[in-house]
């Protein structure tokens, strides 16, 4: 059963797999810290100055200056400002990681095989392109 494990541990695809999760893992912070100290705050002045982390709805209908306070009452929340900065992370992660798979696939780009086939031009069958007769209709290919 040792042998087995470290038979599948080795394999290519799942070290590929790991080093993924540990890239996407470092990704993920990256953005976090893209979207908390830079986009947040630039749409909070956007939008005249609203922390996003602070918008809450308290669901016992009292009023309250901030979350924290809400929570320190022990207030159930509705924190939809948290919801709105996730959502942002995530249409940005999205997008980055659209650029980066749209990066790579303009660097896989291969070009198109060379045709190995070509028409008949008598009798329209598929033959092969350095034909000089065609197997089918036994016509001269001299073009």
């Known amino acids: 059963m040792l042998k087995e494990f470290k038979k599948f541990i080795m394999r290519g695809n799942v070290i590929d797999m790991a080093v993924g999760v540990i890239v996407g893992g470092a990704f993920n912070s990256l ?58 992370q995530f249409l940005i992660m999205a997008f980055v990681v659209f650029l980066v798979v749209k990066g790579i696939n303009k660097l896989h780009h291969e070009e198109p095989a060379a045709p190995a086939t070509k028409a ?24």
């Open 31 to 88: 953005v976090q810290t893209l979207i908390n100290d830079v986009v947040m705050p630039l749409l909070g002045l956007l939008t005249g100055k609203i922390d996003f982390s602070n918008l809450f709805l308290a669901l016992d209908g009292n009023h309250y200056e901030s979350l924290a306070a809400a929570e320190a009452a022990g207030a159930a929340v509705v924190k939809y400002g948290s919801f709105i900065g996730g959502l942002i």
């Open 120 to 143: 008949c031009p008598h009798c329209q069958s598929q033959i092969s392109i350095k034909a000089t007769k065609c197997p089918f209709c036994t016509s001269d290919l001299t073009e």
